[in-house]
T-cell receptor, first 115, second 112 residues
Framework: EAQVTQNPRYLITVTGKKLTVTCSQNMNHEYMSWYRQDPGLGLRQIYYSMNVEVTDKGDVPEGYKVSRKEKRNFPLILESPSPNQTSLYFC??????????????FGPGTRLTVL | AQSVTQPDIHITVSEGASLELRCNYSYGATPYLFWYVQSPGQGLQLLLKYFSGDTLVQGIKGFEAEFKRSQSSFNLRKPSVHWSDAAEYFCAVGNAGNMLTFGGGTRLMVKP
């Protein structure tokens, strides 16, 4: 089954404790992206990647890192989480040149709470 | 910079009634426009998209949307709402640089 998976689905952590949220897709998609969803703000793009070893900042990259060493994986790293990073996070993937009639497929989300 | 406004945070309609969800965008060039639906506890699912051509776009689950350049709008419609349509709906605008900007969402509740 074609899908985007994220782990963990739920995470409660404390300020300053490094964490990684994994994202993996099995559709051989070039493009992958991370979003955070906050009430009333919709989804905001954190980082995206056009292909292996190619990443770029979205609207709200501060406090986050990403890497794209393999095509299928796009982990989101919070080196020193803070309470304002408490949010619902979504990973998405798409075929190359996302807006040329290609849909973004979203993962199920990771709910992160930073105390 | 591109932006999307969904003026209605919450909408309640009766089952069987018609639905229109509003979306206004700001973008300098011809926009790429999308509507996504998010059911409780789920990720986002694409309902429909507009890139060019016919301004009335048909999507899945009986939804349609009309692109009106003069009004900078891309409103989502459905002639008869079903209880299973209760969800949150997001309008989004994209550009050729692969930046996708979402509106704040409209939560739809359906009364029996």
């Amino acid at each position: 089954e074609a899908q985007v998976t994220q782990n963990p689905r739920y995470l409660i952590t404390v300020t300053g404790k490094k964490l990684t949220v994994t994202c993996s897709q099995n559709m051989n998609h070039e493009y992958m992206s991370w979003y955070r969803q906050d009430p009333g703000l919709g989804l905001r793009q954190i980082y995206y990647s056009m292909n292996v070893e190619v990443t770029d900042k979205g609207d709200v990259p501060e406090g986050y890192k990403v890497s794209r060493k393999e095509k299928r994986n796009f982990p989101l790293i919070l080196e020193s989480p803070s309470p304002n990073q408490t949010s619902l996070y979504f990973c998405a993937s798409s075929s190359h040149l996302v807006f040329l009639n290609n849909e973004q497929f979203f993962g199920p989300g990771t709910r992160l709470t930073v105390l | 910079a591109q932006s999307v406004t969904q003026p209605d945070i919450h909408i309640t309609v009766s089952e069987g009634a018609s639905l229109e969800l509003r979306c206004n965008y700001s973008y300098g060039a011809t926009p790429y426009l999308f509507w996504y639906v998010q059911s409780p506890g789920q990720g986002l699912q694409l309902l429909l998209k507009y890139f060019s051509g016919d301004t009335l776009v048909q999507g899945i689950k009986g939804f349609e949307a009309e692109f009106k350049r003069s009004q900078s709008s891309f409103n989502l419609r459905k002639p008869s709402v079903h209880w299973s349509d209760a969800a949150e709906y997001f309008c989004a605008v994209g550009n050729a640089g692969n930046m996708l900007t979402f509106g704040g969402g409209t939560r739809l509740m359906v009364k029996p």
